[in-house]
């Protein structure tokens, strides 16, 4: 509820069109009544009420310009008024109704004014119903965007956004829910090799944590055995993200990361700060067995004092004479006691190979963009 009664109005309206991780409406009315905010002017008193529904439209749009800009996107029937709403009041794409963003021409026109984040993650979207196409307009205005370093670094766009971007652009598919049909699209080039850009152009944005990490990517054989998926588009093997994940710490951290690769044994790994995301999908995992004691075992008797260890696996370990929480307990008793580890799964098996109860351990299924910010925060402390 921070800034102005009319910043916090705008933020309202935008919220009214996302969705809850199970996919149901998200209720601002429903955050109003649990936090209890304090309305301390007449146009707070106005949103509160309006979110509530005690104050009407007419009353509230008088009192609040964003609110005003809201209910006009709201009450467009055709592209036209839509388009112009866009490029007079400059109203987000989250204002409009369901229907105008079915539209090419809205879209069209929305790609100048939409926020960096939201260009990145509608790409798809426009190349689905036409907006963007080879040689377009749209698509030189898209283009242009996504290779504007500054733009990109306004926006704080992290590498891993750009390289999820680039990953569900390229696979031409999604189908976030199974019950539903699958959405296609037919990648245009331009835009990959853009998004290809923007990944590079993020890294100038990132701060390091300043700490020392092993990166260990589990190369057994059920790596590759598998897709893994985010927002319902496949995005490469376990093996291939494990990699990519290691690339971008490595270029993140210049020159304070370690990766290694293990099956039930520890192999040197191709990853490099400046290794070709293309070349990590020609890639295949060394195969055998898994052993996930490994890295902290191979860590102690090479006596690295890392500050953190990083293992991207599908968790599924059963070789080896030591498990890994006991293997990380002797890391710590003879090298680094305060060592961090993130266990970053990119399955979600219902099991991890760390330790839940201790608090040096952090489990993490699944894959999003918020992945390195939550190993960089955990391994900082």
Same mark, same amino acid.
């Not at 229907?99 to 939409?114: I, K, N």
């Not at 190349?127 to 504007?148: F, N, Q, S, W, Y």
């Not at 080039?189 to 944005?205: I, K, Q, R």
């Given at each position: 509820?921070?800034?102005?009664?009319?910043?916090?109005?705008?933020?309202?309206?935008?919220?009214?069109?996302?969705?809850?991780?199970?996919?149901?409406?998200?209720?601002?009315?429903?955050?109003?009544?649990?936090?209890?905010?304090?309305?301390?002017?007449?146009?707070?008193?106005?949103?509160? %009420?309006?979110?509530?529904?005690?104050?009407?439209?007419?009353?509230?749009?008088?009192?609040?310009?964003?609110?005003?800009?809201?209910?006009?996107?709201?009450?467009?029937?055709?592209? /036209?008024?839509?388009?112009?709403?866009?490029?007079?009041?400059?109203?987000?794409? /989250?204002?409009?109704?369901?229907?105008?963003?079915?539209? =090419?021409?809205?879209?069209?026109?929305?790609?100048?004014?939409?926020?960096?984040?939201? $260009?990145?993650?509608? $790409?798809?979207?426009?190349?689905?119903? %036409?907006?963007?196409?080879?040689?377009?307009?749209?698509?030189?205005?898209?283009?242009?965007?996504?290779?504007?370093?500054?733009?990109?670094?306004?926006?704080?766009?992290?590498?891993?956004?750009?390289?999820?971007?680039?990953?569900?652009?390229?696979?031409?598919?999604?189908?976030?829910?199974?019950?539903?049909?699958?959405?296609?699209?037919?990648?245009? =080039?331009?835009?990959?090799?853009?998004?290809? /850009?923007?990944?590079?152009?993020?890294?100038?944005?990132?701060?390091?944590?300043?700490?020392?990490?092993?990166?260990?990517?589990?190369?057994?054989?059920?790596?590759?055995?598998?897709?893994?998926?985010?927002?319902?588009?496949?995005?490469?093997?376990?093996?291939?993200?494990?990699?990519?994940?290691?690339?971008?710490?490595?270029?993140?951290?210049?020159?304070?990361?370690?990766?290694?690769?293990?099956?039930?044994?520890?192999?040197?790994?191709?990853?490099?700060?400046?290794?070709?995301?293309?070349?990590?999908?020609?890639?295949?995992?060394?195969?055998?067995?898994?052993? $996930?004691?490994?890295?902290?075992?191979?860590?102690?008797?090479?006596?690295?004092?890392?500050?953190?260890?990083?293992?991207?696996?599908?968790?599924?370990?059963?070789?080896?004479?030591?498990?890994?929480?006991?293997?990380?307990?002797?890391?710590?008793?003879?090298?680094?006691?305060?060592?961090?580890?993130?266990?970053?799964?990119?399955?979600?098996?219902?099991?991890?190979?760390?330790?839940?109860?201790?608090?040096?351990?952090?489990?993490?299924?699944?894959?999003?963009?918020?992945?390195?910010?939550?190993?960089?925060?955990?391994?900082?402390?």
């Amino acid at each position: 509820m921070e800034g102005s009664a009319n910043d916090v109005a705008f933020r309202v309206c935008k919220a009214r069109r996302r969705k809850t991780p199970q996919g149901e409406a998200f209720d601002v009315r429903d955050v109003l009544r649990i936090a209890h905010p304090a309305a301390d002017a007449e146009q707070r008193k106005a949103l509160f %009420g309006w979110i509530a529904g005690n104050v009407g439209d007419d009353e509230a749009r008088a009192e609040l310009p964003a609110v005003d800009r809201f209910l006009t996107a709201k009450a467009v029937t055709s592209a /036209e008024e839509a388009v112009r709403v866009v490029t007079e009041a400059r109203v987000p794409w /989250e204002f409009l109704p369901d229907a105008m963003l079915r539209e =090419p021409g809205v879209w069209d026109a929305l790609v100048d004014t939409v926020g960096m984040t939201a $260009l990145v993650r509608n $790409l798809a979207r426009m190349t689905r119903i %036409g907006t963007l196409k080879p040689m377009g307009d749209a698509t030189r205005r898209a283009v242009a965007r996504l290779t504007d370093a500054d733009a990109v670094h306004r926006a704080r766009i992290h590498p891993m956004d750009a390289w999820l971007a680039m990953r569900v652009y390229a696979s031409g598919r999604s189908q976030p829910n199974r019950r539903a049909a699958a959405q296609t699209w037919k990648p245009v =080039p331009a835009v990959l090799d853009a998004l290809e /850009e923007t990944y590079e152009l993020a890294f100038g944005a990132v701060e390091p944590s300043g700490r020392r990490l092993l990166v260990a990517v589990d190369s057994s054989g059920s790596m590759a055995c598998v897709k893994v998926h985010a927002g319902g588009s496949p995005i490469g093997t376990p093996y291939e993200v494990g990699c990519a994940m290691a690339v971008m710490l490595a270029r993140i951290e210049d020159g304070g990361v370690h990766v290694i690769d293990v099956d039930t044994r520890v192999h040197a790994s191709k990853v490099t700060p400046r290794t070709n995301l293309r070349e990590i999908a020609r890639w295949q995992p060394s195969g055998g067995g898994t052993d $996930l004691s490994l890295p902290f075992t191979w860590a102690r008797d090479e006596r690295l004092e890392v500050d953190g260890v990083v293992l991207f696996s599908d968790n599924e370990t059963w070789a080896g004479r030591a498990h890994p929480s006991q293997a990380l307990t002797a890391y710590g008793r003879s090298v680094n006691a305060t060592a961090r580890v993130v266990v970053a799964s990119m399955t979600a098996t219902g099991h991890s190979i760390g330790d839940p109860r201790d608090d040096g351990v952090l489990n993490v299924a699944g894959l999003d963009a918020s992945l390195p910010l939550v190993v960089n925060g955990f391994i900082r402390g």
